[in-house]
């Protein structure tokens, strides 16, 4: 494979991550506008926030048969305009049973595009023989703070839900969609066909400390995702306006974290940055927990950005290390504790702030991410083996 269709395939895929930031910030960002649209009531909108990564898990699912038969690049090529369809749905719709119809599709389809884009990221990074996975997921922390910041101003000029998301669909659909004509994978035809015969090679055993790495750090990201607009606004006491901030600060200093991330990697190694960071994110959660106003609040949303953002990527490209003849197999299983982090981080901290206090429901999370040191050892295994005629002496894995 040329270095041209590499970058290529390197460009198109990072525009892809790009395109879904922007896709899931304009959605989350807007819960309370979406909330009041639809008249859902507070005890009800758990069950919506639940819905989708239950979805979204079954999605990945799906996606690991398909991708035995098809590369995981046609699946990521028809994902995403789904993904986009169902947000202008989410804002088109006027019944409750409109609002779950494109929430349902906007799961199915999300979790294809997740798993999909990761197992490409994976076989990249393999072909390149270095680390570009922090890239990608940089391009998405780039993506949510242009979603963030559409979503600002759809709440700064009062503007309807379908106002705010049709122009983003009408420029971005056609873009993503003809982006993904240079979508390329890593692997060699070879390496693929036996990869096909390798996933029962995938033990669940070993995986396990990444997929409870991946649910701890999803429980905290989905607790910023859907909760912090509420927080900021019914909690801190912030108008519409300034509820939006918090999910676009939060995004800015994941963008900064993954930028300056893989240098922290090589001097100081895998785990002691995975355990930096979920100290950094609990003592974030610590500092929201007690804020007297909403710029407190935000200051411990920017810690969390900058403790939790390392952490995924490096679990992806962990589970590709130790699985190097099943990676898509094993993406796709290790996937699916993402949307497990969300379905039990937005229904718990949803009950825990009606029950007793949203303050107190924060220290959750808290505890959850500091379990993450336990497991922090699984991400200094064996040294990178990218395979496929593409290894480069001496280089070193920080995905």
């Known amino acids: 494979m040329t270095d041209a269709r590499l970058r290529h395939g390197r460009s198109s895929l990072a525009l892809s991550f790009f395109v879904q930031g922007v896709t899931f910030a304009l959605l989350v960002t807007r819960i309370p506008a979406i909330q009041d649209r639809y008249g859902i009531s507070d005890g009800l909108l758990p069950v919506f926030l639940a819905a989708v990564p239950i979805l979204a898990g079954a999605g990945s699912v799906v996606t690991e048969k398909v991708v035995a038969r098809v590369r995981p690049r046609v699946v990521l090529r ?19 049973w409109e609002a779950a119809l494109a929430l349902g599709v906007f799961g199915l389809s999300v979790g294809a595009l997740d798993a999909s884009m990761n197992m490409m990221g994976v076989s990249l990074q393999r072909a390149y023989g270095r680390s570009i996975m922090l890239g990608f997921h940089a391009a998405y922390s780039l993506g949510g703070i242009a979603g963030a910041s559409m979503a600002w101003a759809g709440a700064h000029w009062d503007l309807s839900l379908l106002v705010s998301y049709l122009p983003v669909v009408v420029v971005l659909l056609p873009v993503a969609f003809v ?82 991330g893989d240098l922290g990697v090589r001097r100081f190694g895998a785990v002691a940055v995975v355990r930096v960071g979920s100290v950094l994110a609990a003592a974030g959660f610590v500092v929201v927990a007690v804020a007297g106003g909403a710029w407190v609040g935000m200051l411990g949303f920017t810690m969390l950005g900058l403790g939790l953002c390392v952490i995924v990527p490096q679990t992806f490209a962990a589970a590709g290390r130790m699985f190097p003849g099943a990676s898509d197999t094993a993406i796709a299983r290790l996937n699916i504790f993402n949307y497990v982090g969300f379905l039990v981080g937005s229904p718990l901290v949803g009950a825990l702030g009606d029950a007793w206090s949203y303050r107190g429901a924060m220290l959750v999370p808290m505890a959850l991410v500091l379990a993450t040191l336990v497991y922090a050892k699984s991400f200094g295994a064996e040294p990178a083996r990218y395979g496929g005629g593409h290894e480069r002496p001496r280089t070193v894995d920080v995905g």
């Open 78 to 96: 028809w994902a995403q305009p789904l993904v986009l369809l169902a947000l202008l749905g989410v804002g088109a719709g006027s019944e409750v």
């Open 179 to 260: 982006g993904s004509r240079w979508y390329v994978e890593g692997k060699q035809e070879e390496e693929r066909e036996a990869a096909r015969g390798t996933a029962g090679a995938v033990s669940f055993k070993l995986l396990m400390p990444l997929c409870l790495v991946m649910c701890f750090a999803y429980i905290g990201d989905s607790t910023v995702s859907n909760w912090s607009a509420k927080y900021l606004q019914d909690v801190l006491g912030s108008s519409e306006q300034l509820s939006t901030v918090p999910y676009n600060v939060y995004m800015v200093t994941t963008l900064l974290g993954r930028a300056v």
